[in-house]
């Protein structure tokens, strides 16, 4: 496999397997910048082995069926959210009244996605969530009527009845097949290959709705959601992780002034890591091993000045075995430098 040195800076989201004049092979690691963009509009995948980063608009797709099993995954970076009537009739389902949505956590585990427990012929409502510029995508009602190795068929339509279409999703390649339910499209999403991807992800920031009775107004007073950037590991392909944070024992708040948002790359054990330390620190092969705790918000959030903690290191085994480690360096980038442009660098282990 092609390796990158410490030298060498990408900057953009094309793959560099598309360049009709490719990077020499060369030593040892890279520093890469992925371009999600301001409003995190781009999902970018990462391939440390080839040092490629592989672009795809959030906007391509909101929900995934997983081809060889039952799992099910919802588009967390456009905020698609799930809701569950209590009606078991298609026909039935026309309101949002008093139903809770629910989406996918970050950890990647498909027992917990929003859509786990779906069962056959039984009306899901789904919020397709926004567009690049924040706008309403709107509601559907959506009911899978079979599923088998090769296909999913559903029903899907306005919440008034109106616009319903009945679609068959074929099974492709690879580990998921990603469907858009606005184009009513198979879309390509996944590399062949790739370690982690860097995307938004839908967060929490109001009490959950039941919790406030009466007064509850979901959206404005409570069940607000928002968008967070993370960066999921390949658990899937047996990616794993493991963190090494010198400042661990720190509280992690959003106060500029905290002792943890005083650290700097000084205090990294970035370049005295060892493959021996990967079992130390803990490996985990949750999807969420990297997560977001390489990154915090500042107060005032209106500001928008986030702290990188590029003190801390991850160190990386990929599926065939190579350790890697990799520490976040910064988060603004772009022509206007812009938030929205993690940077990393990256080195392969060899002791």
Request: contains cysteine; glycine residues 8%.
């Amino acid at each position: 496999m092609a390796l990158l040195s410490a030298s060498v800076v990408l900057l953009g989201t094309s793959c560099v397997d598309d360049d009709p004049n490719p990077i020499d092979p060369i030593e040892t690691g890279a520093t890469l910048t992925a371009a999600m963009g301001a409003n995190m509009a781009n999902q970018v995948y990462v391939d440390l082995s080839e040092g490629t980063l592989s672009s795809v608009a959030v906007n391509t797709w909101e929900i995934a069926f997983e081809n060889e099993g039952n799992g099910i995954r919802t588009n967390s970076a456009k905020k698609v959210g799930v809701a569950f009537p209590a009606s078991t009739s298609f026909e039935e389902v026309t309101s949002t009244s008093g139903l809770v949505f629910a989406y996918d956590s970050e950890d990647g585990d498909l027992s917990t996605t929003a859509l786990a427990s779906w069962t056959i012929n039984q009306p899901y409502v789904l919020d397709l969530g926004i567009d690049e510029n924040g706008n309403v995508l709107g509601i559907k009602k959506f009911m899978i009527t079979s599923k088998t190795s090769s296909a999913v068929s559903v029903i899907m339509a306005d919440l008034a009845g109106t616009n319903e279409t009945s679609l068959s999703i074929n099974l492709g390649d690879g580990n998921f097949t990603y469907f858009s339910l606005i184009s009513e499209k198979t879309v390509t999403v996944e590399p062949a290959s790739w370690d982690f991807v860097l995307s938004a992800v839908s967060l929490r920031t109001g009490a959950p709705c039941v919790a406030l009775g009466g007064g509850a107004k979901p959206g404005v007073n409570c069940d607000v959601y928002r968008l967070s950037t993370t960066a999921s590991i390949n658990s899937y392909a047996g990616v794993t992780a493991a963190t090494d944070d010198p400042f661990s024992t720190m509280e992690t708040n959003d106060d500029p002034a905290s002792e943890r948002n005083k650290q700097t790359i000084e205090s990294s054990n970035f370049e005295t890591l060892a493959i021996s330390d990967y079992s130390d620190l803990g490996a985990s092969a949750s999807g969420n091993a990297i997560g977001r705790g390489w990154l915090q918000i500042l107060a005032p959030h209106s500001n928008g000045i986030y702290k990188v903690y590029d003190f801390m290191t991850y160190i990386i085994k990929d599926e065939d075995g190579n350790f890697y480690k990799l520490r976040f360096l910064a988060f603004k980038g772009g022509d206007n430098a812009e938030n929205g442009y993690p940077t990393f660098e990256y080195e392969l282990m060899t002791e």
